[in-house]
C-alpha cells in the first residue's frame, strides 16, 4: 500500500507559479511511477504530467507543456509539481497518482491521494 498526500495549493492570481508537493509512505516511491491529474467542477479527471521511477523520463499534457514541470526527490519519497505562468483555466483539484507504469490515462494508476485545491484569479 502507498499513501499519497498533496499540499502547496492555494489561490494564485494569473501569471504566477506555485510548487505542489506529494509525499508518499508506505513502501517506497522509486517503486512507481508518479503522475499528477486535476479535475475542474464538472469535468472529467484530466491527465497533468506524468515522470517514471527514476526521473529520466516525463510526460505532460498538452495543456501544461512548457509551463509545469514535474520532478521528484526519491530521497525524500517526494513528487513535485512546479507550476508556471499559471491561467485561470488551470483552476482544479490537482491530484498525484502512482503506478508501476507511465501512463496517461486514469484508470493505470492505483493509488491516489486526497487532492489540493489551485485557483487561479484572472
Known amino acids: 500500500q502507498v499513501q499519497l498526500v498533496e499540499s502547496g495549493g492555494g489561490l494564485m492570481q494569473a501569471g504566477g507559479s506555485l510548487r505542489l508537493s506529494c509525499a508518499a509512505s508506505?513502501?517506497?516511491?522509486?517503486?512507481?511511477?508518479m503522475a499528477w491529474f486535476r479535475q475542474a467542477p464538472g469535468k472529467e479527471r484530466e491527465f497533468v504530467a506524468a515522470i517514471n521511477w527514476s526521473g529520466s523520463s516525463t510526460d505532460y499534457g498538452d495543456s501544461v507543456k512548457g509551463r509545469f514541470t514535474i520532478s521528484r526527490d526519491n530521497a525524500k519519497n517526494t513528487v513535485y509539481l512546479q507550476m508556471n505562468s499559471l491561467k485561470p483555466e488551470d483552476t482544479a483539484v490537482y491530484y498525484c497518482a502512482a503506478s508501476r507504469w507511465t501512463d496517461e490515462r486514469v484508470r493505470i494508476y492505483d493509488y491516489w491521494g486526497q487532492g489540493t485545491q489551485v485557483t487561479v484569479s484572472s
Open positions: 508506505g513502501r517506497t516511491l522509486s517503486s512507481y511511477s
